[in-house]
Nanobody, 123 residues
Framework: QVQLVESGGGSVQAGGSLRLSCACS????????MAWFRQAPGKEREFVARIFPNGNTLYTDSVKGRFAISRDNAKNTASLQMSGLKSDDTAVYYC?????????????????WGQGTQVTVSS
């Protein structure tokens, strides 16, 4: 079993920055691909970014150039550095791990999820 715990959420003004972290414990060897999703009130959970064990990354178009996903395989952590935040980025952000196939940008492609961390951007 894999456990994921997010941290680093909070409130920030538009244009500001936040860094989210995801700590992975348990069967960390199963974590392989790690990803960040977000869910705003009344909306479906949407893909933000993912990173392979070799460091290859993928971003949704709306965050390209503003967000950066990274991982530390030795510490079993993944991070999401967010800058140039906009009010549209307000959501609960979830860390996901263990990609099982299909599109990497859909929630059903990942087995393990964290509890989420709230990010609120005020304009």
């Amino acid at each position: 079993q894999v456990q994921l715990v997010e941290s680093g959420g909070g409130s920030v003004q538009a244009g500001g920055s936040l860094r989210l972290s995801c700590a992975c414990s348990g069967r960390t060897s199963d974590a392989n691909t790690m990803a960040w999703f977000r869910q705003a009130p009344g909306k479906e959970r949407e893909f933000v970014a993912r990173i392979f064990p070799n460091g290859n990354t993928l971003y949704t178009d709306s965050v390209k150039g503003r967000f950066a996903i990274s991982r530390d395989n030795a510490k079993n952590t993944a991070s999401l550095q967010m800058s140039g935040l906009k009010s549209d980025d307000t959501a609960v952000y979830y860390c996901a791990a263990q990609y099982i196939g299909g599109s990497e940008t859909v929630p059903s492609a990942y087995i393990h999820w964290g509890q989420g961390t709230q990010v609120t951007v005020s304009s």
